[in-house]
């Protein structure tokens, strides 16, 4: 008897003991949570090094105007990581910019757009953070020359340009238009990329979403603006493309085809008809613009340019191959004001995402050896104006410079 109490007795410590290690179904539902929010905020992306198997151990060098900064180790690892810090201290630092140590990050860190996020949704993070491997691995994160390394010049900054506070729903507008304002603004941190910086690196509102130059690329307009934004793109097109990185105008490479990687691909079909439903909401400003004119010894010369090296994939009709080469007769990026993109893809090539539902990931041939800085300008000035377009014509001294731009750049 004595005996089967000891036994049950012990039975029940091991029972209570597994029950008290087992994270409750509110754990689970937290975790789940984070590990989507955690991805719509593209965490991945910036913290985690390319090459490095090594999920959100940092190291990745980003590229500002200012100088590169290295994004810290965000794994639960205590001695380089975030694993020593406390809940209000990981709230601080991604709603506010605050380091435990009470300095301020630098806006590469998005805080500005994760301010509209709430409390639990950060904290949701965290816990998912919290089920990944630790990795040791020790990141010095500022990097920038004198006197940008000033971290204590952050509290001007903020004081001028940064604003807390959660994102207010607006009781006009939809259920779908409110989740697609939180998702773009707050998480999705779109206007990090896409909206113009004054020289001080801070978001310019009065152009929120209509694009903007960074590491070397243009960040597209992507208001609901008919030349130069998604005006012509459809809510289904918008879908596809952030699900899949392709739809039948365009294909995703450079930062986007990163941001469809870890971000867009993994959210949700009713997310993504919600992020569509804002940015087709959102006015663009552009008023069209003037053709080149027709008689233009460039546009004589990249039509037949364009004959000779593009047409096989991108068609005599600009329509290209839907899901493979991009239409060019649409794309709202041959029309950008900014002709970095295009210039950068002629000259360098590029490789599209790959996703589940794309596997494909075509690409495009490098044409910087064949072309000179010449024929380049030609050929997108032809492109930019034709089927319709109309772009301020491409000149040769930009192509030169973004030629000795990318050769100091790594691939």
């Given at each position: 008897?004595?005996?089967?109490?000891?036994?049950?007795?012990?039975?029940?410590?091991?029972?209570?003991?597994?029950?008290?290690?087992?994270?409750?179904?509110?754990?689970?539902?937290?975790?789940?949570?984070?590990?989507?929010?955690?991805?719509?905020?593209?965490?991945?992306?910036?913290?985690?090094?390319?090459?490095?198997?090594?999920?959100f151990?940092?190291?990745?060098?980003?590229?500002?105007?200012?100088?590169?900064?290295?994004?810290?180790?965000?794994?639960?690892?205590?001695?380089?990581?975030?694993?020593?810090?406390?809940?209000?201290?990981?709230?601080?630092?991604?709603?506010?910019?605050?380091?435990?140590?009470?300095?301020?990050?630098?806006?590469?860190?998005?805080?500005?757009?994760?301010?509209k996020?709430?409390?639990?949704?950060?904290?949701?993070i965290?816990?998912?953070?919290?089920?990944?491997?630790?990795?040791?691995?020790?990141?010095?994160?500022?990097?920038?020359?004198?006197?940008?390394?000033?971290?204590?010049?952050?509290?001007?900054?903020?004081?001028?340009?940064?604003?807390?506070?959660?994102?207010?729903?607006?009781?006009?507008?939809?259920?779908?238009?409110?989740?697609?304002?939180?998702?773009?603004?707050?998480?999705?941190?779109?206007?990090?990329?896409?909206?113009?910086?004054?020289?001080?690196?801070?978001?310019?509102?009065?152009?929120?979403?209509?694009?903007?130059?960074?590491?070397?690329?243009?960040?597209?307009?992507?208001?609901?603006?008919?030349?130069?934004?998604?005006?012509?793109?459809?809510?289904?097109?918008?879908?596809?493309?952030?699900?899949?990185?392709?739809?039948?105008?365009?294909?995703?490479?450079?930062?986007m085809?990163?941001?469809?990687?870890?971000?867009?691909?993994?959210?949700?079909?009713?997310?993504?008809?919600?992020?569509?439903?804002?940015?087709?909401?959102?006015?663009?400003?552009?008023?069209?613009?003037?053709?080149?004119?027709?008689?233009?010894?460039?546009?004589?010369?990249?039509?037949?340019?364009?004959?000779d090296?593009?047409?096989?994939?991108?068609?005599?009709?600009?329509?290209?191959?839907?899901?493979?080469?991009?239409a060019?007769?649409?794309?709202?990026?041959?029309?950008?004001?900014?002709?970095?993109?295009?210039?950068r893809?002629?000259?360098?090539?590029?490789?599209?995402?790959?996703?589940?539902?794309?596997?494909?990931?075509?690409?495009?041939?490098?044409?910087?050896?064949?072309?000179?800085?010449?024929?380049?300008?030609?050929?997108?000035?032809?492109?930019?104006?034709?089927?319709?377009n109309?772009?301020?014509?491409?000149?040769?001294?930009?192509?030169?410079?973004?030629?000795?731009?990318?050769?100091?750049?790594?691939?």
């Open positions: 008897m004595l005996r089967s109490s000891i036994a049950l007795a012990l039975l029940l410590g091991v029972v209570c003991a597994a029950q008290a290690a087992m994270p409750d179904s509110q754990d689970f539902v937290q975790i789940e949570k984070g590990r989507y929010l955690s991805a719509a905020a593209d965490c991945a992306a910036c913290h985690t090094n390319p090459g490095q198997d090594q999920p151990a940092g190291g990745r060098p980003i590229e500002t105007p200012f100088g590169t900064i290295v994004s810290p180790n965000i794994t639960p690892d205590s001695a380089t990581g975030i694993g020593a810090w406390t809940s209000q201290q990981f709230d601080d630092a991604v709603r506010r910019g605050i380091r435990p140590d009470g300095t301020r990050l630098y806006p590469a860190m998005p805080f500005t757009h994760y301010t996020m709430s409390r639990d949704d950060v904290l949701a965290r816990a998912y953070l919290s089920t990944i491997p630790a990795v040791h691995n020790a990141v010095v994160p500022n990097q920038l020359p004198f006197p940008f390394n000033v971290r204590a010049a952050m509290r001007a900054w903020d004081a001028l340009f940064f604003r807390e506070g959660e994102f207010q729903r607006d009781p006009n507008k939809s259920d779908d238009w409110n989740r697609g304002a939180y998702l773009v603004e707050g998480p999705g941190h779109c206007g990090a990329c896409h909206t113009a910086k004054n020289i001080l690196g801070a978001d310019k509102k009065s152009e929120n979403l209509r694009g903007a130059s960074l590491q070397g690329w243009f960040a597209p307009d992507i208001t609901n603006d008919t030349v130069r934004g998604l005006g012509q793109w459809s809510n289904d097109d918008i879908v596809r493309y952030l699900q899949t990185g392709h739809n039948t105008v365009s294909a995703a490479t450079g930062p085809a990163e941001e469809v990687t870890f971000s867009s691909s993994l959210m949700s079909d009713s997310d993504l008809a919600a992020i569509a439903t804002y940015l087709k909401a959102t006015p663009g400003e552009s008023n069209g613009g003037v053709p080149v004119s027709s008689d233009d010894p460039a546009i004589k010369a990249g039509e037949a340019i364009y004959r090296v593009c047409s096989a994939c991108h068609g005599l009709d600009g329509n290209g191959v839907a899901g493979l080469f991009p060019l007769a649409k794309s709202s990026l041959t029309r950008s004001v900014e002709p970095q993109t295009a210039i893809l002629v000259l360098r090539g590029g490789r599209s995402v790959a996703t589940n539902a794309e596997p494909t990931s075509p690409g495009m041939p490098a044409f910087g050896w064949q072309l000179t800085d010449e024929q380049v300008a030609a050929v997108l000035t032809y492109v930019r104006n034709h089927w319709g109309a772009a301020p014509a491409v000149t040769a001294e930009s192509v030169r410079s973004s030629r000795a731009a990318l050769a100091s750049q790594r691939e």
